[in-house]
């Protein structure tokens, strides 16, 4: 079981930054990938970026490339998303998610990959 608990959405302007956390608890082992999601109301769900935890490989939608990083701290079991450059477009809710028994890094970008563990969600508004 994998507990996990975001934080640190809110409301900015076009073009401001944040960082959210997400406090994960349980059976977290090099095997899992770690992914940042996110839902805008009428849309669906996307992947927004995710890491593999025994390698620290990243990925990314096309859409973020270069405006968000995803990292993790394993000291304090957090994984992070920093959002710079934000725009409107990146107004939604966002989950952190977590997939177990993963061998293969690729495996944690792949659109068709359901994740097992999931957190309550953030809001992030981005005003124009």
């Known amino acids: 079981q994998v507990q996990l608990v975001e934080s640190g959405g809110g409301s900015v302007q076009a073009g401001g930054s944040l960082r959210l956390s997400c406090a994960a608890s349980g059976d977290i082992t090099s095997r899992n990938c770690m992914g940042w999601f996110r839902q805008a109301p009428g849309k669906l769900r996307e992947r927004v970026a995710s890491l593999y935890i025994g390698g620290g490989n990243t990925d990314y939608a096309d859409s973020v490339k270069g405006r968000f990083t995803i990292s993790l701290d394993n000291s304090k079991n957090t994984v992070y998303l920093q959002m710079n450059s934000l725009n409107p477009e990146d107004t939604g809710m966002y989950y952190c998610?977590?997939?177990?028994?993963?061998?293969?890094?690729?495996?944690?970008?792949?659109?068709?990959?359901?994740?097992?563990?999931w957190g309550q969600g953030t809001q992030v508004t981005v005003s124009a």
């Open positions: 998610a977590s997939l177990d028994g993963v061998i293969f890094p690729s495996r944690c970008a792949r659109p068709n990959v359901e994740y097992g563990y």
